[in-house]
């Protein structure tokens, strides 16, 4: 049974940048996306971006300047990188992945179905 | 982006009682939408993917219908564990966008 573990520094200052990483056990790293939510106290989820095992991505237009999401395959990890934090990227951030299906039209659509526990991360002087 | 709306915010439910949660997009999303659970402290658990397909392990007391812009996720008689907020997800397009959620709470 796959299982994401993520890990990363908890406490930032604002301008620094939020490293993270999630390592994936159990199961096959291609033939998926892997995902970043994150999710501000007492609020509700945002989507970041995502990554396959080739290093295709897709990220939110509006964290698109500062984020960059990579990939081990050797280690069969993926990070996040989100640069120039301020208090209001304080949130707990979620590693996820992604299976697909197919449309009549080959068109492959990716749902997330396996989530690690979540990382604190907050930003504060 | 599209704007995904959720209804109501909280839902006052009864144990055993049906419950029924809403999903609304602010433009088609054929089929490609899917349903979570998240309880405190906890990573959301896929309960619905493809608007009316079960994930693995969920109990068939939840169930998903609905097609292009309106949704619906049905709890028949809720339980115990099922007190929780529930959201819905697009993943048609990009950005994938999730709605702001519903609190199931004990009425």
């Known amino acids: 049974q796959v299982q994401l573990q993520q890990w990363g520094a908890g406490l930032l200052k604002p301008s620094e940048t939020l490293s993270l990483t999630c390592a994936v056990y159990?199961?096959?790293?291609?033939?998926?996306?892997w995902n970043w939510i994150r999710q501000p106290p007492g609020k509700g989820l945002e989507w970041i971006g995502e990554i396959n095992h080739s290093g295709s991505t897709n990220y939110n237009s509006s964290l698109k300047s500062r984020v960059t999401i990579s990939v081990d395959t050797s280690k069969n990890q993926f990070s996040l990188k989100l640069s120039s934090v301020t208090a209001a990227d304080t949130a707990v951030y979620f590693c996820?992945?992604?299976?697909?299906?197919?449309?009549?039209?080959?068109?492959?659509?990716?749902?997330?179905?396996?989530w690690g526990e979540g990382t604190t991360v907050t930003v504060s002087s | 982006e599209i704007v995904m709306t959720q209804s109501p915010a909280t839902l006052s439910v009864s144990p055993g009682e049906r419950a029924t949660l809403s999903c609304r997009a602010s433009q088609s999303v054929s089929s490609n939408l899917a349903w979570y659970q998240q309880k405190p402290g906890q990573a959301p658990r896929l309960l619905i993917y493809?608007?009316?397909t079960r994930a693995t392990g969920i109990p068939a007391r939840f169930s998903g219908s609905g097609y292009g812009t309106e949704f619906t996720l049905t709890i028949s008689s809720l339980q115990s564990e099922d007190f929780a907020v529930y959201y819905c997800q697009q993943y048609n397009n990009w950005p994938k966008t999730f709605g702001q959620g519903t609190k199931v709470e004990v009425k």
């Open positions: 493809g608007a009316s």
């Open positions: 159990g199961g096959s790293f291609s033939g998926y996306y």
């Open positions: 996820a992945r992604a299976p697909y299906y197919s449309d009549s039209s080959g068109y492959s659509y990716y749902y997330m179905d396996v």
